[in-house]
């Protein structure tokens, strides 16, 4: 056998294998999907994207601020640094907050 042989049994294998799953769903269903699952009226969410606003608001008007933009940068960068135990942390205490856990185990 040689390698053209097996290029196209394996490309051939990889074919049947795609065309078996169950990808029917395309980019806008699945961002409909995620609109629909997330209830946008919960106090926390609407504290996080009020949150995620005046950050982006506030690194516009103080833009030319250089001491500022570090400060944030270091706190943002410090938050992601952070966000898998802060992750940890809303998953073992989701049911005082949320109304359904949001938060990876």
């Known amino acids: 056998m ?3 042989q097996i290029h196209d049994q394996v490309w051939q294998q990889v074919k049947e294998a795609l065309k078996n799953t169950n990808h029917t769903e395309g980019l806008w269903d699945n ?3 995620f609109a629909h699952a997330v209830d946008w009226q ?3 969410i609407v504290g996080l994207l009020a ?3 005046m950050v982006f608001l506030l690194v516009l008007l ?3 601020n250089t001491t500022f933009l570090s400060s944030v940068f270091l706190f ?3 938050v992601v640094y952070f966000g898998e135990r802060i992750n940890k942390l809303a998953s073992q205490h989701w049911q005082s907050f949320p109304t359904q856990n949001y938060f990876d185990d």
């Open 42 to 44: 919960e106090k926390w």
């Open 31 to 33: 961002i409909q999907a």
């Open 51 to 53: 949150a995620h606003a």
């Open 76 to 78: 943002l960068g410090s």
């Open 62 to 64: 103080l833009r030319r």
């Open 2 to 4: 040689d390698f053209q």
